[in-house]
């Protein structure tokens, strides 16, 4: 046992600093309260699960700019907290990102003129064994730029002497593989091209575009796919992805791809992948949600839906679905589907349609009216309604409780257009203004519903 695993072991330390080293099975704590992980996409379910199996009780703090698909999913659901750090350094610029084939004249233009600002590029190749290939292939592109190589099988006083004279200036481009990923702080280099980009994961492509654009200066990538190949579904998806959010803090929103794209596996175990569709996605969420609910002792306060609202009927003419030409993604679709189908509140539905314009843009009235029965639905659930719907040239609420009140007085109440029989509220249908005055009828009864149940 090495003297500072017997440190640590006796407790002599009180804070650790180590990597994938302190997981080892010689190395155990005294005392141990809180792990603080850094870069946690970099760490699989195995070995975040060894901290918790020291001590029940250790608490578990994990850094990242992408989270994985697990993670993010555990915080989404209430299992894990998540906070979020979105206010980007000051003067810092948004990486213009290309996607595309590999164009050795596209390529060559990059890199001149990053040089020709004074700059240096960063080369990315994650196959040691042709690197020196790609080498000599960037020395007959830009044969007036320095070219050196730095890769993980080289040993470590060698590696640290390229990066140490590259990053003094003496090379204009490092040709390297994903070493770079993490811990490289170059402010002088803003020019990335990396080498067959469908090879790379999606949080891992993130993570290396974040080497460039760390000061001032405008900074490009440029993510090439091989010439003539064509792509899977999945590659070409995630290059999309990286070329759609470029802006500063888009890290979440590619995780939440990934999780799209992936699945966020069994969370109860270290296997990535689960047994979601055999009960239904919503109604696993729904599940998961209210177990920890009760864990949390927070149950009660849970918003839960009534029978009465599962069986309100809505029936009105306006269309109400996600159009295929606004989202395309499939998978996306029926995602936004299943959380627009489980808001609770009025509250819920704006903070919904204020989500979907700043992810989507301006909403097509389909998407309106589907977000507007939404309204409706919750309005009438509060009410004990059964049904909202148009037969003929009247929009009927149909309350079952109607006959054991003052259906006169309430009939004066809602205004001229309203009539009340044993069974529904009739509202006159005016093709211009019917939806405003639903909305405002369906606010009244709730309003008043106390009293006429009452009477």
Do not use: C
């Amino acid at each position: 046992m090495s003297r500072a695993a017997t440190e640590i072991t006796n407790g002599n330390v009180d804070i650790v600093i180590g990597t994938h080293r302190i997981l080892s099975d010689d190395i155990t704590f005294n005392n141990l309260g809180l792990v603080i992980i850094d870069e946690e996409q970099r760490f699989g379910v195995k070995h975040k699960e060894h901290f918790k199996k020291l001590r029940a009780n250790v608490d578990v703090l994990t850094l990242t700019a992408t989270p994985i698909p697990r993670t993010l999913y555990m915080s989404l659901s209430g299992v894990r907290d998540i906070s979020m750090l979105q206010t980007p350094p000051e003067d810092r610029l948004p990486v213009i990102t290309h996607v595309g084939s590999f164009d050795a004249k596209l390529a060559r233009q990059a890199i001149l003129r990053e040089l020709d600002r004074g700059g240096q590029v960063f080369v990315i190749h994650n196959r040691v064994k042709s690197i020196d290939n790609l080498r000599e292939k960037l020395e007959n592109i830009v044969p007036e730029a320095s070219v050196v190589v730095a890769h993980g099988q080289m040993s470590g006083r060698q590696l640290e002497r390229v990066i140490s004279e590259f990053s003094k200036g003496q090379y204009d481009i490092l040709l390297a593989t994903s070493i770079i990923e993490n811990g490289i702080d170059m402010p002088n280099v803003n020019t990335l091209i990396v080498d067959r980009a469908d090879w790379f994961g999606m949080a891992q492509l993130y993570q290396i575009r974040g080497r460039v654009g760390r000061g001032a200066t405008q900074a490009y990538s440029y993510f090439f796919h091989a010439a003539g190949t064509r792509l899977t579904d999945e590659a070409r998806e995630r290059l999309e992805t990286l070329a759609e959010y470029t802006e500063l803090g888009a890290g979440l929103q590619i995780s939440m791809r990934d999780l799209e794209l992936r699945g966020a596996g069994d969370i109860l175990s270290m296997k990535q992948t689960g047994h979601v569709a055999s009960v239904g996605l919503q109604l696993y969420t729904q599940l998961l949600q209210q177990a920890v609910a009760e864990l949390k002792g927070d149950a009660d306060n849970q918003p839960k839906p009534t029978y009465e609202q599962e069986r309100v009927i809505i029936d009105l003419p306006i269309p109400a679905y996600i159009p295929e030409d606004w989202i395309q993604e499939m998978a996306l679709r029926l995602q936004l589907y299943r959380r627009i189908a489980s808001l609770q509140t009025l509250e819920d539905v704006e903070k919904m349609r204020q989500e979907m314009r700043d992810r989507f843009g301006i909403l097509p009235l389909a998407v309106e009216g589907l977000l507007y029965q939404i309204q409706v639905k919750i309005l009438a659930g509060s009410l004990n309604a059964t049904a909202v719907i148009k037969p003929r040239d009247h929009i009927l609420i149909k309350l079952p409780w109607l006959q054991g009140i003052d259906r006169k007085a309430l009939e004066l109440d809602l205004g001229e257009d309203i009539e009340v029989s044993r069974t529904a509220v009739e509202l006159s249908f005016d093709a211009d203004l019917w939806q405003l005055r639903l909305l405002d009828v369906l606010q009244e009864l709730q309003a008043g519903l106390p009293e006429q149940q009452g009477a």
